[in-house]
T-cell receptor
């Protein structure tokens, strides 16, 4: 059965800290891995990774995929209170149709001032 | 920036009633999806829709569920006879040919 496991489930840090969120997965014929940020309702897209070892970066956020070890990390540097959210990891395999994302439970990040 | 819009934001219904959740996907997207999230649980795939037909549906998407694209802009999810366990946040999403999904803000469905 395809699955995505995120760790930690929750994390409390102070502004300015750097955090690393983890996502490990098992999926038949891996196709891509996506990170989303869920603040109140809608998950908002952060990154999509398909190739191993390539870092995707956007401002203070970055992510890397290790297809051999079947995991990805999401790094946030110099955290701000606005980074407080649930971060979701999702994978897609070739066994499913386009857009059949398998989500993890998420990591709830709380950034204290 | 274009976005997926969903209406209503909240829907309260009695068990056994029919509900229709509405979505307007991003205009140039061709792939449409419904997901749901029961409180405290994972976001779960329900159905994908492309070229006016269902591409894939999950085990959750039983005969009580249906989707429709009644015109060029709307995409709807109908639950024929709601059950208590259908209470959840329902997300509509759309994408282009790459599976970078854009999600709407969701409809919180409460079945009493």
């Amino acid at each position: 059965e395809d699955k995505v496991v995120q760790s930690p489930l929750s994390l409390v840090v102070h502004e300015g800290d750097t955090v690393t969120l983890n996502c490990s997965y098992e999926v038949t014929n891996f196709r891509s891995l996506l990170w989303y940020k869920q603040e109140k309702k809608a998950p908002t897209f952060l990154f999509m990774l398909t190739s191993s070892g390539i870092e995707k970066k956007s401002g203070r956020l970055s992510s890397i995929l290790d297809k051999k070890e079947l995991f990805s990390i999401l790094n946030i540097t110099a955290t701000q209170t606005g980074d407080s959210a649930v971060y979701l990891c999702a994978v897609v395999g070739y066994g499913g149709s386009q857009g059949n994302l398998i989500f993890g439970k998420g990591t709830k990040l709380s950034v204290k001032p | 920036e274009p976005e997926v819009t969903q209406t209503p934001s909240h829907q309260v219904t009695q068990m056994g009633q029919e509900v229709i959740l509405r979505c307007v996907p991003i205009s140039n997207h061709l792939y449409f999806y419904w997901y749901r999230q029961i409180l405290g649980q994972k976001v779960e795939f329900l159905v994908s829709f492309y070229n006016n037909e269902i591409s894939e549906k999950s085990e959750i998407f039983d005969d009580q569920f249906s989707v429709e694209r009644p015109d060029g802009s709307n995409f709807t999810l109908k639950i024929r006879s709601t059950k208590l366990e259908d209470s959840a946040m329902y997300f509509c999403a759309s994408s282009g040919p790459v599976e970078k999904l854009f999600f709407g803000s969701g409809t919180q469905l409460s079945v009493l």
